[in-house]
């Protein structure tokens, strides 16, 4: 960018004041100028990062949305291999986080589905805290709980339990409780870890697998490539196959169809055998029962980048299982509901 004074002087001869002045408001002009360019391009600059990380924010929470992860962390900071949690830092008394500023944000779902993202986490001073280990869990007012507590994920109330035993109930609706002594209340904290003091002192923090919940070991986080931090998971609703048809389920995870990993899990609706209503199963779908019209193999599934699509078939049960002291026994599709969980290979 060049600039031209109007006036110029020749050596040895007068300089008229009215041209030394217009110069002097030409160069002054031009320093007004450019602070503006100056300040335009801050602004800018300024737009740019609000912008960015509202957009970040937003694409945290809608992935939360769409995948439904409850109890968990959905999206965090991870270490430079790309998929192991890094959230908690520690220096002697202080518990800190790694969140926002050169981290990015946090977004925490708790057992009833309920979400929030955090720019920042305060800091926690342990002075005063006794021996022994602790949960962190992070409350959706951004608050930080440390208990000296277990964490029991199981369809029904445990047992053998103590004050502030943390129980998530893995049947749906999902919900946390927490034990007060005397029955069991609701709870909404999301754990992210877990912290070890002697002496005072922190001797050892450990983060918590994000994104994780009971019905299939495959939907750990994932990441695509170095700090992505997105989660690739779908899990429908509930829904029946009980008539013959095609039931399709679309996401937005624009995975290639050669690395899809889908399940299909199933669960009692009515008591039937030595099922009960609630109990989680796999039965696959497969189908055998005698020389009967109906019994062809009953599942197909389809994949393509943003749907699955499943084929059920002619048969009305779902497979004849060898249980044991039981024999063989034929479920009826009628006692079942099921829901497919999606998640990509990356390997």
């Known amino acids: 960018m060049s600039f031209n004074i109007p006036n110029t002087f020749t050596a040895g001869t007068k300089a008229r004041a009215d041209k030394v002045n217009e110069n002097f408001t030409s160069i002054q002009d031009e320093i007004n100028k450019q ?14 990062k609000k912008e ?4 970040f924010i937003a694409e945290a929470e809608i992935i939360t949305k769409t995948n439904k992860s409850k109890f968990c962390i959905n999206y965090a900071n991870v270490a430079d291999d790309g998929k192991t949690p890094d959230i908690l830092s520690f220096d002697e008394s202080i518990l800190s986080f790694k969140v926002g500023g050169t981290y990015p944000v946090l977004t925490a ?13 305060d800091n ?11 949960n962190i869990f992070l409350t959706l007012e951004g608050n930080i709980e440390l208990l000296n507590t277990k964490i029991i994920k199981s369809p029904k109330a445990p047992v ?6 943390v129980w998530l109930m893995t049947l749906e609706p999902w919900a946390g409780y927490k034990f007060n002594g005397l029955s069991w209340v609701e709870f909404e904290d999301i754990p992210l870890g877990s912290l070890t003091v002697l002496n005072g002192k922190i001797t050892e923090v450990s983060n ?17 490539k170095g700090r992505e931090n997105l989660s690739r998971r779908f899990e429908s609703e509930w829904f029946n196959m009980t008539p013959k048809g ?19 899990v199933s669960r009692i609706t009515s008591n039937y055998s030595e099922f009960v209503i609630g109990d989680i199963i796999e039965t696959v779908y497969s189908n055998f029962a005698g020389n009967q019209q109906d019994t062809e193999v009953g599942l197909v599934l389809k994949f393509t980048k ?42």
Not at 125 to 131: K, N, Q, R, S
């Open 306 to 347: 943003n749907a699955v699509t499943i084929g059920a078939g002619n048969s009305s049960f779902h497979c004849g299982n060898d249980l044991g002291v039981y024999g063989y026994n034929y479920m009826p599709r009628t006692s079942v509901e099921h829901k497919i969980i999606i998640t990509e290979d990356i390997n």
């Open 160 to 165: 053998n339990i103590v004050i502030d035993d």
């Open 109 to 121: 779902t708790n057992a009833y589905g309920d979400s929030e993202t955090f720019e920042y986490i």
């Open 124 to 134: 926690v001073d342990i002075t005063g805290y006794a021996d022994g280990n602790y």
């Open 246 to 264: 095609v039931y399709t389920f679309e996401h937005n995870l624009n995975i290639d169809p050669l690395h899809y990993r889908a399940r299909i």
């Open 35 to 48: 602070t503006e360019n100056i300040n335009a391009v801050k602004e800018d600059l300024d737009y740019v």
């Open 52 to 55: 960015i990380l509202d957009d």
């Open 208 to 224: 918590y697998t994000f994104n994780t919940q009971y019905l299939d070991a495959d939907c750990n986080f994932i990441t695509r």
